[in-house]
């Protein structure tokens, strides 16, 4: 019976694929600081859940902000583990990814924009994302911006740190936005912060 | 209005029952393409759904619409119980369960319908109605002469 179903699981998926009616795949993927959930619509990578955030609740949030036909579909996301995997064995510097910026709006997306466009291997502090924003006094604000990054990882929101180089926050913890920085390179084993 | 959870959360706790309510009203010749027809159907529609509260009476519905689908399209030919019979009885050993579902294959689409719901999915009568369109009582009457033949059939 649950080969039966496993089929034809496997089966729904495609068909509603070819339909159109994944308005959110996703799939679980395995890093080296633990699984991440990846989220993409037709436009692209939309949500990237990071190990300590709960999938679940990402889930009906995206259920809720996106759409409801929200289906586990691992298949459609190859492109973007593929992606992920080179960039933690230190083999990509610069994802090819479509995005889909909808669950940020105005500062917030102008700041995530910005801060997509930072090279690998590269810092910049979080007045000069606010500046590039549009907005050189709302600091805090590109804080904030950053610590609601929907797609982290992949638009680099590790790679902003405060005037000075003090690491700053990051959502999936500290310990792994310092990890971030000594696999591009900029932090050396014991960090300023 | 109670917000839609995930599609993926009602596959995955009502994949089963309707597994098991098609498996026992087409049989298992039909039973993968019915169960995809019947989420691509629910997965359209979904977005506009607009009461959450009994996704599993919705869905059995649906399924039950693709059954009768699914026999109308075969020009309501019985569950082809004969095949199922013989893959049984190759390795010698009969398969309870199988040859139980056999039976309730054969059994007319209502009653066919109604002992699925009931002991396939364990619905109460109330939800079975609802899933077959009629009242409680025609659904208790369809279960009633359902179960009669199937003890007939397997004395």
Request: with cysteine; charged share 25%; glycine share 8%.
């Amino acid at each position: 019976m649950s080969t039966n179903t496993d089929t034809a699981l496997e089966g729904l998926r495609a068909r509603a694929a070819e339909e159109g009616l994944l308005d959110v795949a996703y799939t679980t993927a395995d890093s080296p600081f633990g699984p991440l959930l990846l989220a993409q619509t037709k436009r692209g990578l939309v949500r990237v859940g990071l190990p300590n955030q709960n999938s679940d609740e990402l889930l009906v949030d995206l259920a809720e902000r996106v759409s409801p036909r929200v289906l586990e579909a691992p298949r459609e996301l190859d492109e973007v583990r593929r992606e992920l995997d080179l960039y933690f064995d230190g083999k990509l510097d610069s994802f090819d990814l479509p995005l889909d910026w909808r669950l940020s709006g105005g500062f917030r997306r102008r700041v995530l924009r910005a801060i997509n466009r930072i090279p690998y291997g590269q810092t910049r502090s979080y007045t000069e994302m606010a500046r590039k924003a549009g907005n050189e006094r709302a600091v805090r604000a590109a804080g904030t911006a950053c610590g609601s990054n929907p797609i982290p990882l992949v638009v680099p929101c590790h790679r902003v740190l405060r005037t000075g180089g003090a690491l700053g926050g990051y959502g999936g913890g500290l310990p792994m936005k310092e990890a971030l920085l000594q696999l591009e390179g900029v932090l050396d084993e014991s960090p300023a912060s | 209005m109670t917000a839609l959870p995930p599609f993926q959360t009602v596959l995955d706790e009502h994949s089963a029952a309707v597994m098991a309510i098609l498996h026992g009203a087409v049989g298992r010749d039909g039973v993968e393409d019915c169960f995809q027809e019947t989420f691509l159907a629910a997965l359209r529609a979904y977005p506009k759904l607009e009461d959450a509260r009994n996704l599993r009476g919705w869905l059995l519905t649906i399924a039950h619409r693709k059954a009768i689908d699914y026999h109308r399209a075969r020009g309501r030919n019985p569950v082809p119980v004969a095949e199922v019979a013989e893959v049984a009885a190759e390795n010698g050993i009969p398969e309870r369960d199988e040859e139980l579902w056999t039976a309730v294959g054969a059994l007319p689409p209502k009653q066919r319908a109604a002992v699925a719901l009931r002991y396939g999915s364990d619905l109460p009568h109330g939800e079975i109605a609802a899933a077959l369109g009629c009242s409680p009582e025609a659904a208790r009457r369809s279960l009633h002469e359902g179960l009669k033949r199937l003890r007939k059939e397997l004395a």
